[in-house]
């Protein structure tokens, strides 16, 4: 079983890859690698796509990386693998964004990334620690995860879902904010699970058990 981390020079990816690594070690699901290489990606068990920054400069670098678009695709939408999407990760699976100009996302999960516009000005962008989880679907990732159970944040726009049934999860920050999203073989979480202690942890390993 072996789970691949897409490194697209999006960021800093050593905590997610430690955190997979221990939990992976942990519950013997297999090895964990952080690569570039779409063959690798295709050949994959499972999927984690991270990123940190903007969504249009995260776009251009992932698809600056010839064929590891193509590589993901293939894996998960055609292969029906198991993928996870991290903050920036996670709102490139949107129709599109619109931070800073209108950039076009996948669009395996209908919706738009808005900037947050808390409803109490005193509500700093961006959004930024520690929030409380409201649970609003079930789903096996989130086995042992309640509503109030923390996650930590660090964003400023967020993913506005088109259909309430992908909505798995928010947050209230003057206003709701998705939290996490997910269909079929897609989930994705726009906090950082490696960064969440013991409730990231758990989220992390209940993914790679998961067999959509």
Not at 106 to 127: R, Y
Not at 135 to 141: G, T
Request: charged letters at 20%.
């Amino acid at each position: 079983m072996l789970t691949a981390i897409v490194d697209y020079e999006s960021g800093n990816l050593h905590s997610a890859q430690k955190a997979f690594e221990r939990v992976a070690q942990e519950t013997g699901a297999g090895d964990v690698i952080v690569t570039s290489d779409p063959d690798t990606v295709r050949g994959a068990d499972r999927i984690v796509l991270p990123g940190d920054g903007a969504f249009p400069a995260c776009r251009k670098e992932l698809f600056d990386h010839r064929g590891l678009f193509e590589a993901i695709e293939d894996a998960v939408i055609k292969g029906g693998k198991p993928f996870l999407g991290i903050c920036i990760g996670m709102q490139m699976l949107a129709t599109r964004g619109l931070e800073y100009e209108d950039t076009p996302g996948f669009d395996w999960i209908g919706g738009e990334v808005v900037k947050i516009a808390p409803s109490d000005p005193a509500m700093k962008v961006p959004h930024m620690g520690w929030n409380d989880l409201v649970i609003d679907n079930p789903h096996p990732v989130l086995d042992g995860v309640a509503t109030g159970d923390h996650a930590y944040f660090v964003h400023s726009y967020h993913f506005r879902v088109a259909d309430p049934a992908q909505r798995l999860a928010h947050v209230d920050y003057a206003g709701d904010i998705t939290a996490i999203i997910g269909r079929d073989n897609l989930i994705g979480m726009q906090f950082h699970p490696e960064k969440s202690q013991a409730n990231g942890l758990r989220m992390i390993g209940n993914f790679l058990k998961w067999a959509p």
